[in-house]
Every structure is written in structure tokens, then in C-alpha cells.
């Protein structure tokens, strides 16, 4: 399940991305780096992978792929990805972009309520992506909710969330982290990236 699938695709080089930075300071940057070999550390080889996936795709159509055709690009024909979004334009978007593919399904609906009514899938082997935009403080109390309820459903299932790295946003950062450690049954591993300081706010990336 990808929860918040967004548009799918990204392009790094129209005027919204050039405005924001992020894409410069973030993936351009790093598949700069990784290009001129000026990373500061070697790279794992499930990672360069990754690198590659991205830097393909940015130097042949300036785009960035996000984690719907990620998540595709390792799928064989037995699996398939269940894709949210509720965004009109994008759920378009997604819908066009796997037409006439048997093993991507696109729901215009909203994901926790999707994952929650799909769960348990069949074969019961999989994961669920969670990565809303965090504009909404109801979206840390929505990933905790989703996620208590869906591992009563789908205790094999494995639960990827992202959240953003940001000061304005401690508090609700420390109640997502309190409140999915206390889920019963679970095994939990935390990674943060915190990336640069801009004004009075780190920002970077974390996922639970």
C-alpha cells in the first residue's frame, strides 16, 4: 500500500520546484555528489540502486520518481501496489500512469481509510507506506490511529512512516514517535536525517 501516493512524478525543473530549493538542496544535490564521486562515505549497493533509479530518470526526463514507481519498479507479477490519493488532479494523474497494468491498482480514496479496509491482503505478505504532508496536526494523530488499528488487522504486515524534521513541529513529532512506540506487539526501527539548518528551523527526514 502506498497511503499518500501524490502525483507519482516530480519535475525538478519547473518553476515550483526551482522556487522551494528543495529538490536542489535534496535529490539534485545528492546525485550531483554521487556523481562526482564526492560523497562523503561509500555507498551501499541497495542504495546505489536507488542512485541510479533517480539520477536515470532525472538526466533523461528531468524528473524524479516518487515512492509509487518505486515501489513498482521491484514489483514481479505476483505483487501488487495499492496506490491512495485523494487529490483529484493527482489521482488523475496516477490512473493514467498505470493504465492497462494488471497489478497496480489506484484507489481515489482516502488511505487510511483504503489500507484499513483492504487489510489484511491476500497473499498477507506486504507493507504499508505512510507519508502525508503533515500540513494537518490531524495527520500525526491519523498515522497513529491508522497504524493501532491496521497491526490488529495485519499483524504481519511491516508499517513505513515518514515524517519531516522540522522545530515548529516538535511537539507533534514527539507525541507520533510516543504514541507509535506504545502500539503492543511491534518492533520498531527509527531512522532520522536531519539535513541543514534554515532560520531558526532544522529540517531533514525521519522515518519510523
Not at 522556487?19 to 551501499?44: D, R, V
Not at 540502486?49 to 521491484?74: H, I, M
Not at 536531519?194 to 528551523?201: A, Y
Request: with cysteine.
Amino acid at each position: 500500500f502506498d497511503v499518500h501516493a501524490g502525483h507519482g512524478v516530480y519535475n525538478l525543473t519547473d518553476a515550483d520546484s526551482i522556487k522551494t530549493g528543495e529538490a536542489y538542496n535534496g535529490i539534485i544535490h545528492l546525485l550531483t555528489s554521487y556523481q562526482s564521486k564526492t560523497l562523503p562515505e561509500p555507498i551501499p549497493e541497495y542504495f546505489e540502486k536507488y542512485l541510479v533509479f533517480c539520477k536515470t530518470n532525472y538526466e533523461q526526463q528531468g524528473v524524479y520518481y516518487g515512492s509509487p514507481a518505486l515501489s513498482y519498479s521491484f514489483l514481479d507479477d505476483s505483487s501488487h501496489l495499492i496506490a491512495c490519493e485523494l487529490h483529484p488532479a493527482a489521482a488523475a494523474a496516477l490512473k493514467s500512469r498505470y493504465k492497462g497494468i494488471k497489478n497496480v491498482h489506484v484507489h481515489k480514496r482516502d488511505g487510511y481509510e483504503t489500507v484499513l479496509a483492504l487489510s489484511p491482503p491476500h497473499p498477507v505478505r506486504g507493507f504499508a507506506f505512510f507519508d502525508p504532508s503533515y500540513e494537518l496536526d490531524s495527520d500525526y494523530i491519523n498515522v497513529i490511529e491508522t497504524i493501532k488499528k491496521l497491526h490488529k488487522r495485519w499483524f504481519a504486515g511491516s508499517f513505513i512512516i515518514w515524517y519531516p524534521i522540522v522545530e515548529r513541529k516538535a511537539a507533534q513529532t514527539a507525541a507520533l514517535k510516543h504514541g507509535l512506540a506504545c502500539v503492543n506487539g511491534t518492533d520498531i526501527l527509527m531512522l532520522e536525517i536531519p539535513h541543514k539548518v534554515i532560520g531558526q528551523n532544522t529540517v531533514g527526514s525521519g522515518y519510523g
